[in-house]
């Protein structure tokens, strides 16, 4: 059978994507990320960006941002082994390791390029990597990348977790990798008892904790604090920045060993530009808002609390879970961008979920919460979802 020609074949896959409910389009947005965005045009109220803290468009970031192009300009013009890693660059990854409470951090230019940099650069064949199934794809891809073996236990189930441990004994070396606050549920890791198994089988963890910084803990120091996780038995921690900080990039805090091996190994980390002088800059503006202004936790907590009785009240399919991440499970995909459409008649523009990035028939709307939503703003997200649901 003589196959399409390739052009034919990509129209015919992306009919059939439309067809399934799941076709991915950009819009384009103007003016400033926040809680009301211009999007393709119109105005609308937001509960899908990462922005949990409102830090994107603050002043203390653009301050610093420009200050820091005012001197340094604008390209890094290097990797970081080169001549790309300023004084900024330098500067937050001291500060991280105090933030963090680790001897050292490590900037990535993503979360991406940090979890495939870190995986790949620390596993090596005859190693084993062991992985909750709904870890964020930079993890997978990390595994993938690595000659290390890959194993995957079930969602959160530390019997599963037990068990491919288990099946690992006879790796060289083993790692367990999670995410913190999973991406698309919005729960929070087992950390505490994902520690003590590692212990018990002498497994290294890396916590990817893009949803738990800058959130969780007192200080924002995410699910390491909010499990009070002892300052001895730190797993690996990797974050980002283009979530609850504001900003862009990524980093990892461990220890001076693990940190040093990234850099003659890290691929991400070695064969990359560094970011922007500025983008440093302006996150050590938010490290310090982050450190110093509780109160935005303290709020987002408070409309979180609000939210879900809302939501509750209305007889929505709640997911259990306590952060910023508020899903809404729908099942069906149709049905989902049908709900999605019904809220953007009310000028409220939520996240469609579906597969392949969650599983399949548990397609849903993703709602987050970010300090600078308003109570009455939370009002106007339940009406609009009494009437989608209504509709
Ligand atoms: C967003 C995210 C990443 C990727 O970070 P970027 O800086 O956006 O590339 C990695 N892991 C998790 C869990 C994330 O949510």
Redesign the pocket.
């Known amino acids: 059978m003589a196959s399409l020609p390739w052009s034919t074949q990509l129209t015919k896959n992306l009919a059939e994507r439309k067809e399934a409910g799941r076709y991915r389009q950009q819009r384009t947005r103007l003016g400033a990320q926040g809680v009301e965005v211009v999007i393709d045009g119109k105005k609308r109220l937001s509960f899908c960006s990462n922005d949990y803290l409102g830090l994107a468009n603050h002043p203390d970031l653009k301050k610093a941002f420009i200050d820091a192009v005012e001197q340094e300009g604008v390209g890094a013009g290097a990797a970081h082994l080169l001549t790309g890693h300023s004084r900024y660059h330098q500067q937050l990854e001291e500060q991280l390791a105090d933030f963090m409470g680790t001897q050292r951090a490590l900037l990535f230019s ?3 390029q940090a ?1 495939m940099g870190i995986i790949d650069g620390l596993m090596v064949r005859g190693d084993a990597i062991i992985q909750d199934k709904l870890n ?1 794809a ?2 997978l891809d990390g595994a993938r990348l690595s000659d290390a073996d890959l194993l995957r236990y079930p969602h959160v189930d530390m019997s599963r977790l037990h068990n491919r441990l288990h099946n690992a004994a006879t790796a060289d070396h083993k790692l367990i990798v999670t ?1 913190g606050v999973f ?1 698309m549920d919005g729960d929070i890791a087992p950390l505490a008892e994902i520690m003590a198994q590692a212990k018990q089988h002498r497994a290294a963890v890396l916590l ?1 904790d ?2 738990g910084l800058g959130v969780l803990g007192k200080k924002g120091r995410g699910c390491v604090e909010h499990h009070a996780i002892n300052q001895h038995e730190m797993p690996m921690v990797m974050g ?1 920045f ?2 609850a900080f504001g900003t ?3 980093f990892v805090a461990a220890d001076e060993e693990v940190i040093e091996t990234l850099i003659q190994q890290a691929r991400t980390y070695v064969y990359t530009t560094a970011q922007p002088a500025a983008i440093a800059a302006a996150t050590l503006a938010s490290l310090k808002l982050v450190q110093d202004e509780s109160w935005r936790r303290e709020k987002l907590q408070a409309l979180i609390a609000h939210f879900r009785a809302g939501a509750k009240a209305l007889g929505l399919n709640l997911m259990d879970s306590l952060t910023a991440i508020q899903p809404i499970l729908i099942g069906d995909d149709n049905l989902a961008i049908s709900i999605g459409k019904k809220l953007e008649e009310k000028d409220i523009l939520v996240g469609v979920i579906r597969p392949p990035t969650v599983p399949k028939g548990s397609a849903r709307l993703r709602i987050t919460l970010s300090a600078d939503h308003t109570e009455q703003q939370l009002t106007q997200l339940l009406d609009a979802l009494e009437f989608a649901y209504a509709h």
């Open positions: 993503s979360g991406y979890n964020h930079s993890l995410d991406s990817d893009a949803h980002t283009g979530k862009a990039g990524a």
